[in-house]
């Protein structure tokens, strides 16, 4: 048996667990709302904006899942830009990540809360309540190991998928021919502007490359797991998509809407509830993954040196970066504070990191274009990717000044000098 290095991550994930912890991490609160406003804007040809998303979604999830087969690193896109571009690039790509997870995780635990608030008519406070219980339950089991972590992931997603297939079958019986037309009620041209919303329900495909060095056959299993969870998450959208158009459950529609409105034409009276309870999974879900990825970027950067090193301490028993962990979560209690005191817009908020994870994406398919032998599959896939990301960052807007910020600081303060494999500081404790 290989021997564990005492300044490595315990080895221990197989594509059992990627592939939930991968599905976990993509499949976000956009498949409570987004069939339903995709449809709303195009009509039934909304289902052709999925499609397309769903198929582009397959190269960009295979060349992170290549790059991380072939530099098995927690770093992830920081290690792949690093040796495509240099210690700088890297250095960048961790501060990129800065504004991402610390940020958008709050958020998303908030977002399944809010939906269950709205069940439970809970107050402001014991919304946000909520969500931390979220947070501190995915850094705890994040702290007990990945491995335990998962697992739970693979129950999480288990339940996830059951709920929305039997949602998706339930409301098949409803669905009428005559749904589907007109097919393009607004013109085809709304198509684009449908699949510019889709896209941030393909966003998530990097946090598991942060896991490779955790994979016990990283070769394989990280490619398979990616592989499967796009094939699985493309069938999920387009099962609520379909059903959604074909049954009509769109359009005006307020509340725990417009998931429940569908979930409630198969099922009935319990729709609000089961829906309130998807939100709350699907957002656990997501934290979890990102969680999990995240505080092992900051451990890779601060074992190469670019952040403190404090953050490469693992635990002593588990093997886990638990200084990034416990971090990341007075972070989080920042966030959560703010949003209790000042109320911000969390839909104008979360525009900020989804701008920096196309960036993000935009580093890591140039990295493949560079590393990848060129005009094998692998490059060819990873400049389609990059094609696609440079594209959807052009729709950003205003948010698109957020990541040349916060890369330029990074690109400032990051060393010249060459950075050692395992950074001395990286100590157990």
Known sequence: MERQHE??????????????????AVLGSGILVLPSLTAGISG????????VMAFLSFPLALTLGGLAAQLPSAGGIAAYSRKAFGPRFGGMVGWLFLGTIPLGVPIVALIGSNYMGIVLGLTPWQVTALAAVLLAISVSLNIRGIELSGWVQVLIIALIAILLTLAIFAALPHVHGSAFHPFAPKGWWTIGRSAEMIFWCFVGWEMIAHLAEEFTNPRRDVVLS???AALAIALLYLGVTFVT???HAYGGQTGLAPLSTLVGIGIGRAAASLTAVLALLISF??????????SRMVFAQAREGEFPGVFAKLHAKHQTPYAALLGMSLVFAFVLLANVAFHPNLGMIIKWPSAIFVTLYIVATASGVRLFRRYSVWWWMSFVSLALSIGIYL???WAMLFPIILGSLGWGVARRRPRPSVNPLSKSV
Do not use: C, D, K, Y
């Not at 039934?44 to 499609?51: F, K, N, Q």
């Not at 993954?289 to 995240?294: D, E, L, M, R, V």
């Open 44 to 51: 039934p040809a909304a289902i052709i904006a999925w499609l």
């Open 226 to 228: 990616l592989g499967l």
């Open 7 to 24: 300044h490595s991550l315990r080895r221990s994930l197989t594509w059992v667990q990627g592939t939930p912890m991968t599905i976990g």
């Open 395 to 397: 729709f950003s807007g």
């Open 285 to 294: 879900a997501t934290v979890h993954t990102n969680i999990a990825g995240f």
């Open 245 to 247: 158009i074909g049954t």
